[in-house]
């Protein structure tokens, strides 16, 4: 009897679930490139192109793996535009006796796969995502003994359940389970930053990328000089070369911005780890390894594994148990619309357009970008956090709803009360500027304080704490940002608000039609 296995676009790994148990001559894999989920926000042309390219690439190898792949192309005229649709299709050709998928990594997919069996009338198997290190109901158990979440308690069960950085007799390695004060130095001159490793689009990319250029014009973002890996061997290569030249310098300079410099000494991994082109323990692995054979400090590769298996599996087991209701979670009663200018790069706010147009040119745009020059202004400015998380799924191209969600709703916009992180992630210009290059050559100066030349930032920070007086003042971790404010003349208090209100009123609001 015929088992079918759905593969969905981000799970793209040879050693899935699915996969592991069901000999090839019982099953039919589906794939399917569905206009859904290619619509459901307007993603990043070059999103959609990596996402298309992969999923080819893989149903070719699994071909050659003795798999029998049934593959439904975005062009098909027969495509009804739906997973639904397609494996409803699919099981009129199949006949199978049962459906086999891996539990997904979105809220809305699953609730769609959730009325497969009733649909269906033959049983659907869902099976547990065992790629992330920590299950969703693992997670929920670690989160009910506790009041509040600290992701550095989680980060430490981790550490214990991989071994990674652990000594033998169960103490980290060095010990100290983080590094961070020896990270976060500014950028200095004469650095040399490594280019992330370069793959030339193939047939099939080139075909992919030809298809998006025509079905997807109107969707922000560049296809030009594509150059991601799309399949597991170039992953790891682009793995191996991260490690080897980029890797050492990773914790020392991780919240730096320079301009002109797209990834610094960042990995650019995630679009192939959020792909399942290769697998969390895979990546840490081998930081872990590197440090190991003294190729890197202890700092670099702390703080990277710390990334992998602490940051990024907790913002999942946060997303899954937290939605859906933090999908509309507005804790700071934020209202205005996105400003036009997140989609068209046009403002004199150097840290912004930089950001932006890295955005747009790669669908990238590192942590520290992300944190504190976008989602710390959209939170200062008093965005719709709703407006800001449409914005951050569409425009990068590692973005899924289980990660992106939660660092916006909970990291970076504080709209979930401080569920995700205890305090805002809030700075004015004097953090921009002890952290890059930018202020320099920006048209605003972030020395001033309030007047038409004076650093946006910085009256929108003092307008913010103000604003939130009721809410921050109390919080432990903002005592010294209230005293600061407490100790300002009214007048110079009023002038940063009045400075504030005025810049705002310029703000454009995005034109309908971007993100959805
Ligand atoms: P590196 O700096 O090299 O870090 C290594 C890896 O650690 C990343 O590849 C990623 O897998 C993981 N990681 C680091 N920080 C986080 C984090 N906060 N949450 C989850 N994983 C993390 N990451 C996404 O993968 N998809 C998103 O849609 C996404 N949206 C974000 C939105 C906001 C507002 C913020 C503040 C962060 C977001 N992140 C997201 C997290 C982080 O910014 C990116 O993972 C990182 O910039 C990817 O670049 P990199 O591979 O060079 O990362
Ligand atoms: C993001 C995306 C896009 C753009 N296109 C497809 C597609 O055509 N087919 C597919 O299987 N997956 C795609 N994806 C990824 C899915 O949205 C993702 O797998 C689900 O949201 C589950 O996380
Ligand atoms: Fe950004 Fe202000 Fe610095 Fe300009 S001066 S780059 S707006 S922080």
Same mark, same amino acid.
Request: with cysteine; net charge neutral; proline share 5%.
């Given at each position: 009897?015929?088992?079918? $296995?759905?593969?969905?676009?981000?799970?793209?790994?040879?050693?899935?679930?699915? *996969?592991?148990? /069901?000999?090839?001559?019982?099953?039919?894999?589906?794939?399917?490139?569905?206009?859904?989920?290619?619509?459901?926000?307007?993603?990043?042309?070059?999103?959609?192109?990596?996402?298309?390219?992969?999923?080819?690439? %893989?149903?070719?190898?699994?071909?050659?793996?003795?798999?029998?792949?049934?593959?439904?192309?975005?062009?098909?005229?027969?495509?009804?535009?739906? %997973?639904?649709?397609?494996?409803?299709?699919?099981?009129?050709?199949?006949?199978?006796?049962?459906?086999?998928?891996?539990?997904?990594?979105?809220?809305?997919?699953?609730?769609?796969?959730?009325?497969?069996?009733?649909?269906?009338?033959?049983?659907?198997? $869902?099976?547990?995502?065992?790629?992330?290190?920590?299950?969703?109901?693992?997670?929920?158990?670690?989160?009910?003994?506790?009041?509040?979440?600290?992701?550095?308690?989680?980060?430490?069960?981790?550490?214990?359940?991989?071994?990674?950085?652990?000594?033998?007799?169960?103490?980290?390695?060095?010990?100290?389970?983080?590094?961070?004060?020896?990270?976060?130095?500014?950028?200095?001159?004469?650095?040399?930053?490594?280019?992330?490793?370069?793959?030339?689009?193939?047939?099939?990319?080139?075909?992919?990328?030809?298809?998006?250029?025509?079905?997807?014009?109107?969707? %922000?973002?560049?296809?030009?000089?594509?150059?991601?890996?799309?399949?597991?061997?170039?992953?790891?290569? /682009?793995?191996?070369?991260?490690?080897?030249? !980029?890797?050492?310098?990773?914790?020392?300079?991780?919240?730096?911005?320079?301009?002109?410099?797209?990834?610094?000494?960042?990995?650019?991994?995630?679009?192939?780890?959020?792909?399942?082109?290769?697998?969390?323990?895979?990546?840490?692995?081998?930081? !872990?390894? !590197?440090?190991?054979?003294?190729?890197?400090? *202890?700092?670099?590769?702390?703080?990277?594994?710390?990334? $992998?298996?602490?940051?990024?599996?907790?913002?999942?087991?946060?997303?899954?148990?937290?939605?859906?209701?933090?999908?509309?979670?507005?804790?700071?009663?934020?209202?205005?619309?996105?400003?036009?200018?997140?989609?068209?790069?046009?403002?004199?706010?150097?840290?912004?357009?930089?950001?932006?147009?890295?955005?747009?040119?790669?669908?990238?745009?590192?942590?520290?970008?992300?944190?504190?020059?976008?989602?710390?202004?959209?939170?200062?400015?008093?965005?719709?956090?709703?407006?800001?998380?449409?914005?951050?799924?569409?425009?990068?191209? @590692?973005?899924?709803?289980?990660?992106?969600?939660?660092?916006?709703?909970?990291?970076?916009?504080?709209?979930?009360?401080?569920? *995700?992180?205890?305090?805002?992630?809030?700075?004015?210009?004097?953090?921009?500027?002890?952290?890059?290059?930018?202020?320099?050559?920006?048209?605003?100066?972030?020395?001033?304080?309030?007047?038409?030349?004076?650093?946006?930032?910085?009256?929108?920070?003092? @307008?913010?704490?103000?604003?939130?007086?009721?809410?921050?003042?109390?919080?432990?971790?903002?005592?010294?940002?209230?005293?600061?404010?407490?100790?300002?003349?009214?007048?110079?208090?009023? !002038?940063?608000?009045?400075?504030?209100?005025?810049? *705002?009123?310029?703000?454009?609001? /995005?034109?309908?039609?971007?993100?959805?």
């Amino acid at each position: 009897m015929t088992i079918l $296995i759905p593969i969905l676009g981000d799970q793209l790994t040879h050693d899935l679930a699915a *996969l592991r148990d /069901a000999p090839p001559s019982d099953a039919v894999v589906l794939m399917m490139e569905v206009a859904d989920e290619t619509t459901y926000v307007r993603h990043h042309k070059r999103k959609i192109a990596l996402i298309l390219s992969a999923m080819r690439h %893989f149903a070719d190898e699994l071909r050659g793996r003795g798999w029998t792949v049934d593959y439904i192309r975005l062009d098909d005229p027969d495509n009804s535009g739906s %997973f639904t649709g397609e494996v409803a299709r699919a099981v009129e050709r199949h006949r199978p006796s049962a459906i086999r998928i891996v539990e997904p990594g979105e809220w809305r997919v699953k609730m769609m796969i959730g009325g497969w069996a009733k649909r269906f009338g033959i049983p659907v198997d $869902i099976l547990v995502d065992d790629r992330f290190l920590c299950g969703i109901l693992e997670f929920q158990t670690w989160a009910q003994a506790r009041n509040d979440l600290v992701m550095e308690y989680f980060y430490r069960e981790m550490r214990r359940k991989t071994g990674l950085l652990m000594t033998a007799d169960g103490q980290p390695e060095g010990g100290q389970w983080n590094l961070d004060k020896d990270n976060r130095a500014p950028p200095k001159h004469g650095l040399n930053y490594p280019e992330p490793m370069h793959f030339a689009p193939d047939e099939t990319t080139r075909d992919v990328i030809a298809l998006v250029a025509e079905r997807f014009a109107g969707h %922000f973002g560049r296809l030009e000089k594509f150059a991601l890996p799309v399949t597991a061997g170039q992953a790891r290569r /682009a793995l191996a070369h991260f490690v080897r030249t !980029a890797l050492p310098d990773f914790g020392t300079y991780q919240d730096a911005m320079v301009t002109g410099q797209d990834w610094l000494y960042h990995s650019w991994l995630s679009p192939a780890l959020n792909l399942g082109l290769l697998t969390p323990l895979e990546v840490a692995g081998a930081a !872990a390894r !590197a440090y190991h054979a003294g190729d890197v400090p *202890l700092n670099a590769a702390e703080g990277f594994i710390r990334q $992998i298996i602490g940051w990024r599996e907790y913002v999942r087991g946060y997303y899954w148990m937290e939605m859906p209701d933090v999908a509309a979670a507005n804790a700071l009663g934020a209202t205005r619309p996105l400003p036009e200018f997140y989609w068209t790069g046009e403002t004199d706010m150097l840290c912004l357009a930089e950001a932006i147009r890295n955005t747009r040119d790669h669908g990238y745009a590192h942590h520290i970008q992300r944190l504190m020059v976008l989602g710390n202004f959209a939170m200062l400015a008093g965005v719709r956090p709703q407006d800001v998380a449409d914005w951050f799924l569409v425009v990068y191209a @590692d973005a899924y709803e289980w990660v992106e969600l939660p660092n916006v709703i909970g990291m970076s916009q504080h709209a979930d009360a401080g569920r *995700l992180a205890t305090k805002p992630y809030a700075g004015g210009g004097a953090y921009i500027d002890r952290m890059s290059d930018h202020c320099g050559r920006c048209r605003y100066d972030v020395k001033q304080k309030v007047g038409p030349d004076a650093c946006p930032f910085n009256a929108l920070y003092w @307008d913010f704490l103000a604003r939130h007086e009721r809410r921050f003042r109390r919080n432990r971790r903002m005592v010294h940002m209230y005293s600061n404010w407490d100790r300002m003349k009214p007048e110079v208090r009023d !002038a940063y608000r009045a400075n504030a209100s005025a810049f *705002l009123d310029t703000l454009e609001p /995005a034109a309908v039609g971007w993100a959805k």
